[in-house]
């Protein structure tokens, strides 16, 4: 349930990245799919950072800056 749990979190970032982005990011499939790896992207630099927010609402606040990292690094590079 863990890794369903995961993926749908990830996908509901990649959306939310993508309406937070200014130009909507590159369409909602592949705002989805780059929320995936927004979601481990900003664990893993918020693990880093040493902070760690608890429950859904700091779950997804994690995912949604991990994916609004990497839609703007990808934005940089379709340039």
Do not use: H, P
């Amino acid at each position: 349930m863990g890794i369903i749990y995961s993926l749908l979190l990830g996908c509901l970032a990649g959306f939310c990245a993508g309406k937070l982005m200014k130009g909507g990011g590159f369409g909602i499939l592949m705002n989805i799919v780059l929320g995936l790896f927004g979601g481990v992207l900003g664990g893993w630099l918020f693990s880093l950072l040493g902070i760690e927010w608890g429950g859904l609402l700091g779950q997804l606040g994690t995912a949604i800056i991990g994916a609004v990292a990497i839609l703007w690094i990808a934005s940089l590079i379709k340039k």
